[in-house]
């Protein structure tokens, strides 16, 4: 058997020898050398140890009621949902806001405002907020119960938990606001609850997916564990024009994203005055993005549209703030 020169080795060994002074500049520094010119082959796919100073990490535990929110994102991906993208002028609201705290003293927060707006257009057309029962039912509610999500310290962390405005559709903007912030300073809410959290989560996951769809197969059940529709806001995360697409189990969800300053056309029609008003002309306006989440298996596209264009009519003229 032929042997490297040097090496004292079979030719087919795992050594392979170069001359350092014909080792081109790129392989000499590409590879590791050892003493002798050698040049070891090194498998690619094998990562040297990281030192323990250059993985400094902290591990915490993950939180027990996000487990809940886990399961219910498996349940979520089950509905067929359709999303609009809408944009609402919000300019004269915030200001009729303002003016009437300046007037009454009372503050009234923007997410009770929309509950209530929201609660209002979904009154006038129940079938938004309707659930199957069985294969060939529908049921629709009176009552317009509406579930918002308020942020608790649990555990250390921030978790959001929801809270219920039952029959939103008969109270007013003040009574919605009082209500959401109780709900804020009350804490963490369902005390009995998570004191059995950690059995049920002994329950495999694919288990507890099942057990939570029958559940909320019947929609009475459903309505008065997790109420008929949902907002949830993305607001809070910084300014701008910012829409988001939510997983959701609802047959309605309102999402309220960021307000943006825009130029807008407003006045009467172009070139003209409209009623004795002012001519069409642009301004700096105040922009909503809102996000309208349906569940098509009961919702059409021409419904849903509908009530679009009226929840945006509602919000623009800031109606039960007069």
């Known amino acids: 058997m032929a042997q490297d020169e040097g090496t004292g080795r079979g030719g087919h060994g795992w050594t392979l020898r170069h001359e350092l002074a014909n080792t081109p500049d790129d392989l000499r520094h590409s590879r590791p050398r050892v003493p002798g010119g050698t040049i070891r082959r090194v498998n690619p796919l094998r990562r040297a140890p990281v030192p323990p100073d250059r993985a400094a990490c902290r591990v915490e535990p993950f939180p027990l009621a996000q487990h809940q929110m886990v399961d219910w994102l498996s349940l979520m991906h089950r509905q067929h949902t359709v999303h609009a993208l809408l944009e609402v002028d919000v300019t004269d609201t915030r200001r009729a806001i303002r003016e009437h705290r300046a007037r009454t003293g009372e503050g009234l927060s923007f997410t009770a405002f929309v509950v209530a707006n929201l609660a ?85 996951g694919f288990l507890r997916e099942r057990i939570w769809a029958m559940i909320l197969a019947d929609p009475r059940r459903r309505k008065r564990l997790t109420g008929t529709v949902a907002v949830t806001s993305i607001g809070m995360f910084g300014r701008g024009t910012a829409w988001a697409i939510p997983l959701t189990g609802y047959s309605l969800c309102l999402t309220v994203g960021g307000i943006a300053r825009k130029p807008g056309v407003v006045g009467g029609r172009s070139g003209e005055a409209d009623g004795g008003g002012r001519a069409e002309r642009i301004e700096v306006r105040e922009m909503l993005a809102l996000t309208v989440s349906v569940d098509h298996d009961v919702i059409d596209g021409a419904p849903a549209a509908r009530f679009g264009a009226r929840l945006g009519e509602l919000i623009e003229g800031a109606a039960g703030l007069g």
């Open 120 to 204: 209002r257009a979904v009154d006038e057309d129940r079938r938004m907020h309707a659930y199957r029962r069985g294969r060939s039912r529908l049921v629709l509610f009176d009552e317009v119960d509406v579930t918002v999500l308020v942020e608790t310290d649990v555990e250390g962390a921030r978790i959001p938990f929801p809270h219920i405005v039952r029959a939103a559709n008969t109270k007013t903007l003040a009574r919605i606001h009082a209500e959401i912030r109780a709900a804020q300073a009350a804490g963490a809410p369902y005390a009995a609850g998570r004191r059995w959290l950690p059995l049920w989560l002994l329950v495999p």
